[in-house]
């Protein structure tokens, strides 16, 4: 992402008007407005704009919280953990209150339209957004400088590989036990994938009516994407993690051959 991007979001958050509530997607676009903020020599003022008591720093769920709290970012808020998407942001700062109020929102890298025009339509004076990155099939320098910095490494996805797991779903030509997504735009990138194929249509009636795949969902922003694409969810972990994740897929498992 270049600093152009975010520069202007930074620049209205820092500015008089400043944010009544700044909204945190992921700890990855945290992460990247920070390494961003330093290059532009902005870290101080976005420290204090977002430790005043002027705005109410928002995370949609633990990462990002965790990452804001180990930038030295207080956290006021967060929806309920079964509410952690743009829906449940949107029903956290309702119950705050928006008549009047100005919103930032630092996005991953999609954004979710609903929510802006959510506050605008609750009475809310002005909705500023970015997304400090893009999903994309090629990793750019600074995505790949922003996702090592927390931990991550970058390997880039194989489409004929895809492909092929397309098609033992919807052919059974091997056996598929279980299928885990791990962010919306997994979900999102697999049926683009099978539309290029022409099997956009019978991978969707596999994943609905195959009782045979276990379809699992990281988190409530997961299975709505699964869901908009008419697939069934058959698990989502309490907490949205990787490790919540396999330990509910592992207990499901174990309870279906309790009762077969």
Known sequence: MDDSEIEPFLRELVGPAGADYAVFMTATGVRAMMLAAERLRMTSVVLDALNSNR????????????????????????????????????????????????????????????????????????????????????????????????????????????VRLIQEIVGRKRKVDAITFTSPPAAANLFEVAAEHGLEERLRDALRERTDIVIVAVGPSTKNELEEHAVRVDVVPDISAMGAMMNALAEHVMRGAENP
């Not at 829906?87 to 630092?106: E, P």
């Not at 400088?145 to 931990?151: D, F, H, M, T, Y």
């Open 55 to 162: 705005t109410t720093v928002v995370a949609r769920s633990g990462k990002p919280r965790g990452e804001l709290a180990r930038t030295g970012i207080k956290v006021d808020a967060s929806p309920p953990r079964e509410e952690a998407t743009a829906r449940g942001i949107l029903r956290l700062l309702q119950t705050k209150g928006l008549v009047g109020k100005r919103v930032g929102i630092l996005w991953h890298g999609s954004k979710n339209e609903a929510l802006g025009e959510g506050i605008l339509a609750a009475g809310g004076r002005h909705v500023f957004e970015c997304l400090t990155y893009h999903y994309s099939t090629v990793l750019e320098p600074e995505g790949a400088e922003v996702l090592g910095s927390i931990g991550f490494r970058y390997k880039a996805p194989d489409e004929q590989t895809v």
